[in-house]
């Protein structure tokens, strides 16, 4: 049997950032007994401080702790960790002291959170509390379980807008009530916490079947205690308005850690802990990449690797426990060996200090939240797996040989199979965004308006705002198309109005069957007015060239060969004379119609941050992943636009697992079935089966169009809805309804019958 990922794997990579991690340690100078980790405001500080204390129990109380490597002894280290837990606990509404910001914190929705994510460490410690730790432990449990029982509502809502999305805070505040009961079980209203708890774990991933459920749950059916869905029926999460793979994640974790402390116990944990966590980590499953990096489909507002990230951690081990899914240890053994490179990268024994350099020094709070999620996960993993005989058995994952999934809602669809992943999402963090890569090159995943146009007007706010999608799936494939209306806010010219409207694009998408290619067409154009633009990037697709990839890159292009060094410091953009390149002999790019070659943009900082809204708080923050950016046009200098202008006509191709060569062979081979003019947009494609495609998109939105099309072969038979239409005379006609696109397998007359250029 193959060795299972060890505590001690988690624990060297704490071991060294102990030491480091002491700078950001203050001492309140009323309480020189106190320590905090991070500045010790309310709320995101209090947490913070408690994520780093479990960090430094758990190192603290594990045999194998290394005094050398961490460069710190033992008993030093848990003198930190009583510290900084006394001055979580002191500094409770319940008792006497105060944060950093002269408050008081607890009794809110959030501070269940932090105390969830401390507990661990608190156990690991529990023989080094003095009496009074466990008093005053017992009296914050006790006052927020009662808090959250007279005063907070359980909540469930669909949609983020309004604020009743609230899948994570459930989970982690029933699960807060029903630790609580179980460590203090003489506690008065011990039932009512306990069947609140209960109530809130069962509105946690909730969805909208839940209402009429009569499953039997602890004692009751799951109608009886259901108050509203967070999740749709699709298990997608549309926390903080789009969708949020990572949060999802987030309440796994959030489960995790209930299930692990009754675990530790040897008692059963509640059954409502378990309501549909096996639907949901399916996905969750099919959402990452074999070295244990999620793939965002929906992308994301925060740091690249970081946070939602970090806490696939307990999320695996529960997953591996719990369902006994052997795929798990490869997750977790492909995350250790990505926060190893950063470490090392880093030189400097913290986590994120290159990357987030900048961060660092706009937000102490923020930068320190960061370090400590990484090192209370990685706590997580080094004091269960120590204390536990957790499953499982590192290896390649096994995924099976496909895997498919639409959401309606947010216009998300994905397909994978044994070697890659496909996915567009129309209502993402920064929409609409698509990626095609291999599940061996997480490392080249950027979801930001990726395979998208990017259109910037004047304004500081530049914006997509979705007006209309359609999704149709196919066995292996599929093909989407949607409208988005590209706005432009907050001007800097006195008195100059937003463009809150100032250009449409429109985007085909179709990953083919089971191919590892997606073909995209984009079309933009301005409206009824003159504009200035600020940047566009056609076909923009991002290519991280970071950290994680060893800050290099090669793109071959006709007959160049581009070695490109990462996060560099100079703004360029390398015209690469070609209308196709290729990655690494690995991704393949080809763009079959539009005007002018390809270019290679370098923004000359690390561009990938925070959410694209730029607050002065955000642009000080800077970026935390750099990214080059093939596009065509790439038009970096602001410049006037006349009245319906088309800014993008352009399709292209994406092909994974591709050389050089066949990339260069795939450009050759596509075959443009329109000459431009007119409303129809056509190619016909062969992938390296063998087998002919061909994607067609009717551009006008008022009237059916009908065409005749020149193609190879005997028959076309539509993807989605089978129908076959014969090929008479070297041509099918097809009918296209307005602004929609149809894709189809053309059937040869032999296999030896080459395509032709029309």
Request: hydrophobic residues 35%; proline residues 4%.
């Amino acid at each position: 049997m193959e060795e299972t990922v060890r505590s001690h794997d988690y624990l060297q990579l704490l071991e060294t950032w102990l030491k480091p991690a002491l700078q950001y340690v203050y001492i309140p100078p009323e309480r020189s007994d106190f320590e905090v980790f991070g500045p010790g405001f309310n709320s995101w500080g209090v947490q913070t401080n408690q994520k780093g204390l479990a960090a430094f129990a758990v190192c603290a109380a594990d045999p194998e702790f290394d005094e050398s490597r961490a460069r710190l002894s033992r008993d030093e280290v848990i003198e930190h960790a009583l510290r900084m837990l006394r001055f979580s606990l002191e500094s409770h509404v319940s008792n006497t002291f105060h944060c950093t910001d002269n408050t008081q914190w607890g009794h809110t929705w959030i501070s269940g959170l932090g105390i969830e994510r401390m507990m661990h460490g608190v156990s690991a410690i529990e023989e080094h509390l003095a009496d009074r730790d466990g008093e005053l432990l017992r009296r914050v449990l006790v006052s927020e379980a009662l808090w959250l029982l007279d005063e907070h509502e359980v909540r469930g809502r669909l949609y983020a807008q309004g604020g009743n999305n609230r899948p994570e805070s459930n989970m982690w505040n029933g699960a807060l009530m029903l630790r609580t009961a179980a460590m203090y079980p003489d506690i008065e209203r011990i039932d009512e916490i306990k069947e609140k708890g209960i109530t809130f774990l069962i509105n946690a991933v909730s969805v909208p079947e839940d209402e009429h459920s009569e499953k039997i749950i602890d004692g009751k059916p799951v109608r009886e205690r259901f108050i509203g869905p967070n999740f749709f029926s699709s298990y997608a999460l549309n926390h903080h308005g789009y969708l949020n793979t990572g949060y999802m994640v987030i309440c796994l974790s959030n489960a995790a850690m209930l299930y692990f402390r009754f675990r530790q116990k040897g008692v059963d944990p509640p059954e409502a802990l378990f309501n549909h966590i096996g639907d949901l980590w399916n996905l969750v499953k099919n959402l990452t990449f074999p070295d244990g990096r999620l793939a965002r489909i929906g992308g994301d507002t925060r740091v690249r690797y970081c946070y939602c990230q970090d806490y696939c951690v307990p999320s695996w081990l529960f997953m591996e426990d719990y369902c006994e899914d052997d795929d798990c240890t490869a997750f977790e053994q492909g995350w250790l060996d990505t926060v190893e490179t950063e470490l090392k990268y880093n030189k400097t024994g913290l986590f994120l200090s290159e990357r987030c350099s900048q961060l660092a020094q706009a937000s102490p709070l923020y930068y320190t939240r960061l370090e400590s999620d990484r090192a209370c996960t990685l706590s997580m993993g080094a004091y269960w797996r120590r204390l536990l005989d957790i499953p499982g058995k590192t290896g390649e994952p096994s995924h099976g040989n496909g895997f498919s999934w639409h959401d309606e809602y947010h216009g998300s669809v994905v397909v994978r199979d044994r070697n890659s992943i496909a996915s567009w999402t129309w209502d993402a963090a920064e929409k609409p965004q698509g990626m095609m890569l291999g599940l061996q090159q997480s490392n080249m995943a950027e979801w930001r308006e990726n395979m998208a146009a990017e259109v910037r007007g004047e304004g500081s706010h530049c914006f997509q705002e979705l007006i209309s999608h359609t999704e149709q799936e196919f066995q292996g494939g599929f093909v989407t198309w949607g409208e988005t209306a590209v706005h432009s806010r907050e001007m800097t010219a006195e008195g100059q109005p937003d463009y809150c409207e100032f250009a449409r694009q429109y985007i085909v998408c179709a990953a083919l069957p089971c191919s590892g290619v997606m073909a995209v067409f984009q079309y933009v154009k301005t409206g009824d007015r003159t504009v200035c633009i600020s940047s566009l990037k056609g076909i923009h697709i991002h290519v991280p060239n970071d950290v994680f990839n060893g800050n290099h890159r090669t793109y071959f292009a006709g007959d160049m060969r581009h070695e490109i060094v990462g996060n560099a410091d100079r703004q360029e953009t390398i015209p690469l004379q070609s209308k196709w390149v290729n990655v690494d002999n690995i991704l393949g790019l080809a763009m079959l119609y539009g005007e002018g070659m390809l270019s290679l943009f370098r923004p000359g900082r690390r561009q990938i941050g925070l959410r694209h809204y730029p607050t002065p708080w955000n642009w000080r923050a800077g970026g935390m992943l750099y990214t080059d950016e093939l596009c065509c046009p790439c038009v970096t200098e602001t410049c006037v636009v006349p009245p319906e202008t088309v800014l993008v006509d352009t399709g292209f191709i994406v092909q994974t697992g591709a050389s050089k060569g066949q990339t260069a062979g795939f450009s050759e081979k596509a075959v443009v079935l329109h000459s431009g003019e007119g409303d129809l947009r056509g190619i016909l494609v062969e992938t390296a089966s063998g087998a002919l495609y061909m994607l067609v998109w009717s551009l006008n939105n008022s009237s059916l169009l009908t065409e005749e099309i020149s193609v190879p072969g005997s028959a076309g038979r539509d993807l989605v809805s089978g129908e076959t239409s014969e090929i008479q005379a070297g041509k099918i006609k097809i009918k296209l309804k307005p602004g929609s696109a149809r894709l189809f397998e053309i059937q040869r007359r032999s296999s030896a019958e080459d395509i032709e250029k029309t």
